[in-house]
Each structure stands twice: as C-alpha cells, then as structure tokens.
C-alpha cells in the first residue's frame, strides 16, 4: 500500500542553486557527473519491488535485494537475505554486498507486507510482528547503510510508505501506525543527513494493484475489518499499476545523481492525491464522512 506526492512531478528541485550541487559537511560538492550504480531493494517481494528490480537491472544497475521468502527475481537480481522482522542479519547482509562493490548508491525500503484489523481483531504479537517488519527491520537498514553512504559523501534513502502513512483509516490499525512512524523517522532522518549530501524521500502512493498479494488477516475478522476489506479490495482493483511507483522512484534517484534535490515527499495516484487535498481542506467533520464512505462504511 502506497501513497505518494504533493506537488507536480515536474517540480523535483527545491530550489535553483540545489539544481548544479549540494555541499557535503566536509566541503565537496556533488558533481552532476556522479552516477548511481548499486541499489539496495528492502522487501523486494511487495510488488512495488518486483517492478523496481526488473527496471533497474534492464537500466544497467547493480542491484541487490532482501526478500521475504522464495522471490521470482530476473538472475540480474542478487539477494542477500532475507527479512526477518527487527534488525537481525542486516550487519552481514551490508558486509556481503561491500565484498563485491565499494557503494551503496541507492537503499529503497518498501513495506513487507499489511496487517488488517481493528484494535480488537489484532493481538499484541500480530501488532508488534508489524512494527518489526516494516518499522524496525527498516530502521536497522538504515542504520547499517548509512555509514556507507557517508564515506562515499553521497547517497539517497527512499522510503515508500502509504497514503496510511498519512492519514488513519478504521481496520488497517496495526499498518497505520507502522506507516505513520516509518514517516516521523524519515523526516528526521531527512534534516540529521543532508549535510552529508545524503536525501531522504517519501515516495506515498495510493492502493496498488499488487497490494493484493501483502494484505494479511488476523485470526479474528469483525464485521467492520469485513466491510473495509470489501472496500479496501475494490480500491485496489482498480489502483495503481506497480510500474507508476517504481517510475517515480527511479525518477528521483536519477535526478539526485544529476544535482538536483528531491522534495520530502512524492504521492503517487489520483486517489491518494485527492485524499490528501480533501484532508487539507475539509473540516475534521467533513474529512471523517469522507474516509467512512471510502471504506464502505457509510
């Protein structure tokens, strides 16, 4: 599940002189010249990621990937792990992608997978199990690439959340908040790295088609968790197609290479950018109407 930009995709600068270069904290300067060679995919197994790999690699990128389970990669695709939910393995999964390259260029989080239910559905371990997957595993990745990217004086940390990430809707409780706090991390991370010459982007697309294949179940489905689920899944037949969000994303890690700096945040598709339009115009009243008839609940 996604959500995505709020603003023109032809405006990616946030200012004029960030278009020729950006100062790194020791005085350089990235050159337009530089290139991105090797990306990291977290998750590669959502949708989104499987689109992603295939286009990065038929570009010419180095890319490598952790995964769920049994992933239908392109061979051009290296995995180096799997994703286990907190931050075990991450270290070695760095280590063994720095023995065969001297970069890290690009590390794209995507979330692992989207718990549904209500505060009263879910169990505390489904609750925890979805802030390690999406929230802690990521946060360790993070952590483990950004010392890499530091030394090279250059990088780009592109975060895809969710219009969840942004708004709370009823039964998606336990992916809302993992959505909502991936968001916080990011947009500190965004201030404590950018004089390193390192962005920080939230991609927040819409329902996408292949979100289909992430949505999880609990055990116990109330009538509400059933209606949205309803409503949830019409939104995704008829949502994006993987292909639009990992266009924007290679967009922007394109454009970081040639100097120009990204915004915050990227939302992808019609309906996640009406939503956040509607949000920030209607009265709390008005906007809680809205989201109720959205998910079939009114």
């Known amino acids: 599940m996604g959500l995505g930009e709020a603003s023109s995709n032809n405006d990616d600068s946030s200012s004029s002189n960030d278009m020729m270069m950006m100062k790194k904290k020791d005085g350089g300067e990235r050159k337009e010249d530089e290139v991105c060679k090797v ?71 995507l979330p ?19 802030l390690n ?5 990521t946060a360790g990745l993070i952590k483990a690439v950004v010392p890499v990217m530091k030394e090279q004086g250059r990088g780009v940390i592109i975060n895809v959340t969710s219009l969840a990430g942004m708004m709370g809707f009823p039964a998606i409780t336990a992916f809302a908040s ?15 790295l ?6 920080v982007v939230l991609v927040e697309p819409g329902a996408v088609k292949s979100d289909k294949h992430i949505l999880r179940l609990p055990r116990r489905c109330s009538d509400m ?46 309906h996640a950018y009406v939503m956040f339009e509607a949000k920030r115009r209607m009265s709390e009243d008005e906007f809680e109407e809205l989201v109720m008839r959205d998910v079939g609940l009114a």
Do not use: W
């Open 39 to 109: 990306v990291l995919i977290n998750n590669i197994t959502n949708g989104i990621g499987l689109a992603l790999s295939s286009r990065l690699t038929s570009m010419g990128f180095i890319t490598y990937a952790l995964g769920i389970g049994e992933e239908s990669t392109t061979s051009s695709v290296r995995m180096v792990g799997k994703c286990k939910g907190g931050v075990d393995g991450v270290e070695e999964c760095i280590s063994t992608i720095l023995e065969e390259v001297d970069s890290i260029d690009a590390l794209i989080n």
């Open 112 to 130: 692992a997978y989207a718990q549904l239910g209500t505060i009263e559905d879910i169990t505390v371990e489904e609750l925890v199990e979805q």
């Open 133 to 137: 997957a999406n929230l802690f595993h």
């Open 178 to 192: 993992s959505m909502f706090a991936l968001e916080g991390l990011s947009e500190c991370l965004r201030y404590e």
């Open 194 to 199: 950018m004089q390193y010459g390192i962005d």
């Open 225 to 270: 968790l059933n209606s949205v689920h309803r409503g949830l899944t019409h939104l995704i037949e008829h949502g994006l197609n993987a292909d639009e969000v990992a266009d924007t994303i290679i967009k922007i890690i394109n454009n970081c290479y040639k100097g120009v700096r990204p915004r915050m945040r990227y939302i992808v598709g019609d």
